[in-house]
């Protein structure tokens, strides 16, 4: 009875307290008018408002807006532009994450292989015995005399900390010896699968190269527990959500998480949900959990090969934050040869010495049709959406030849599945896709940053002047978006918007000019297409009565400015739910 009377007593004590906590979430932005603005809506008749009214979260009314109550906060934008906020459709969160504690080594920051390697060994002198060293950004196609290291030469270079690099494209990955030990991989473990290894040499020992995803997963779930220890976890998370805020997202969506666990979830939820949870701001007061802040929304696909993360039931999915969906790949990287084509890669010199790509290959699907026709039919009908990676056309085209064999056009027109990248799809599958429901997300900055190279060197002039259809995807009406697939570039919508229009590489040359769209399209792809392919273009993705209160305030009109400015336009203020992300605010 006694023990009883003890258990109430710590159970009152413990609601009271968090009762006491609770009022504790950050300041929500009043009833607001906005008013002298351009406020390009994007809704369905493309209407230009001066006027915006926001009241708790949501756009209460828009247009000219004669009357509003006399008490609330009014805005003069002095003729700003707004536009809804950008949703980022497909991006690496749990990765980006990790960037602000990476060695850059990237070909964006350094042009030569001994700038790479000095700079890299500088860079260990400050680090202590035994600590994680991960580096990103290998790059041999920016960086065109980088040797690419094997395991002797990071154990010379690291002798005393475990050391990762991380490829550019994300699909390759190198370790010394200490990395290998560390995770508990040697000469004689399993390689995960025959498209996914443990490099070996001809005498079968380790190179130190670890190639795809699924090879690595072993690396990125030690990295989780030692190097993202929770106090990282929680300084890098929020630093990167108000990095992608701060380049104009209101919505974020991980596209596959690296997590091997689901204790960041609890943290992503704790930080884009609407309202805090019960314990949440009695661990905030502790420091288990950040404070809450005004951050973009966050929507996830959980990776095939994770399904234990998945809610039992149905999709986890809230306005704010939720587990939409599940990930898969059918093929690789162009710059791996791991993109799945139907005709060979281009024989080069960088295609062959510098990328290892053999004469002849078209790259290999990472999953057998049956399999993946299995996959489909057993998720689709529990109720998930399914997005693919599928770069080459060949990949394109038989993941729509699986879909079409299935054969279940309304279960998919309500899923809407997703395809991911398309580099090269061809206009036939752009058709098909239109014909079944299934909606690209194109990655478009392969263009900008790599164009040249595939045009010269990996894949040749006629398929990079045909790469990325997104015109006859527009003329279908087919719902697209596009993505930069942070952390391989920056989640930059203007970038990718300009790309779009402009179809001009890095260097200055246009490939297939006749693929480009209209800044309209390209907004578009950036915001209410995108809310359609996550379900949400109720909710967000245009200025309309009734929707999110999610905009941006820019500093110039990209509808009037030129197509080579519109990379340039500055961000000022980003909004979610009608209350201001703080860029700068550090806790
Ligand atoms: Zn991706």
């Not at 040749?460 to 942070?486: C, E, T, V, W, Y």
Request: glycine share 6%; aromatic share 10%.
């Amino acid at each position: 009875m006694k023990k009883s009377w003890l258990i109430i007593i710590i159970l009152f004590t413990f609601i009271l307290i968090c009762s006491f906590f609770i009022q504790k979430d950050y300041e929500k932005t009043p009833e607001t008018i906005y008013i002298n603005g351009n406020i390009i809506t994007l809704d369905s008749e493309n209407s230009i408002a001066s006027r915006m009214h926001v009241k708790d979260g949501k756009i209460f009314s828009i247009g000219k807006i004669k009357e509003y109550p006399k008490e609330i906060k009014v805005i003069d934008l002095k003729g700003a532009t707004i536009l809804p906020g950008f949703i980022d459709s497909h991006s690496h969160v749990a990765l980006s994450s990790f960037l602000d504690a990476m060695i850059d080594l990237s070909g964006f920051t350094h042009k030569s292989n001994e700038e790479i390697w000095t700079y890299l060994a500088q860079q260990l002198k400050n680090k202590k015995e035994g600590e994680w060293i991960v580096c990103k950004g290998i790059d041999p196609i920016l960086v065109e005399d980088l040797k690419i290291p094997n395991i002797h030469f990071l154990d010379s270079i690291s002798p005393k900390n475990p050391i990762l690099l991380i490829s550019q494209s994300l699909h390759n990955y190198w370790g010394n010896t200490l990395a290998f030990k560390e995770v508990g991989i040697n000469k004689n473990t399993k390689n995960p699968s025959k498209n996914s290894y443990y490099e070996k040499d001809t005498l079968g020992e380790l190179t130190g190269a670890i190639i795809e995803q699924k090879a690595f997963l072993k690396f990125s779930d030690h990295l989780n527990k030692s190097f993202l220890n929770s106090k990282n976890l929680i300084k890098y998370t929020v630093s990167t959500f108000r990095k992608y805020a701060e380049n104009g997202n209101t919505t974020i969506v991980s596209a596959g998480i690296s997590i091997s666990d689901k204790k960041p979830l609890r943290l992503y939820e704790h930080l884009s949900s609407e309202k805090t949870g019960f314990t949440n701001p009695l661990l905030s007061s502790l420091s288990f959990l950040p404070k809450r802040q005004a951050l973009p929304r966050h929507l996830l696909y959980i990776r095939h090969d994770r399904l234990f993360m998945l809610p039992e039931t149905k999709p986890l999915n809230t306005d704010f934050y939720g587990i939409i969906g599940i990930k898969h790949w059918y093929d690789g990287s162009p710059y791996t040869g791991s993109m799945y084509l139907k005709e060979p890669y281009l024989n080069s010199d960088l295609s062959i010495s510098k990328l290892h790509i053999k004469e002849g290959h078209t790259g290999k699907p990472l999953i057998q049709k049956q399999e993946l026709t299995n996959f489909i039919n057993t998720y689709s009908k529990k109720g998930w959406q399914i997005a693919i990676h599928t770069q080459g056309d060949k990949a394109v085209e038989d993941v729509l030849n699986v879909y079409e064999k299935i054969n279940k056009k309304d279960l998919f027109t309500k899923l809407r599945p997703r395809l991911e990248h398309c580099l090269l799809s061809s206009t036939e599958s752009i058709e098909k896709m239109k014909k079944l429901n299934i909606t690209p997300s194109f990655h478009i900055n392969h263009l900008y940053y790599y164009g040249q190279k595939l045009n010269d060197d990996i894949i040749g002039s006629d398929r990079s002047n045909a790469m990325l259809p997104i015109r006859h995807a527009d003329s279908l009406n087919l719902k697209f978006s596009l993505h930069a697939d942070q952390p391989m570039f920056e989640s930059n919508p203007f970038r990718l918007i300009q790309t779009a229009i402009e179809r001009k590489t890095k260097e200055g040359d246009y490939l297939g000019k006749k693929h480009s769209i209209n800044i309209l399209s390209a907004l578009k792809a950036m915001t209410i297409n995108a809310a359609w392919q996550l379900h949400k273009e109720d909710k967000i993705g245009s200025l309309e009565k009734g929707k999110y209160a999610d905009f941006i305030i820019v500093d110039k009109n990209p509808l009037t400015i030129n197509t080579s400015d519109l990379s340039n336009i500055k961000i000022l203020n980003t909004f979610v739910n009608g209350n201001e992300v703080l860029f700068q605010r550090v806790d």
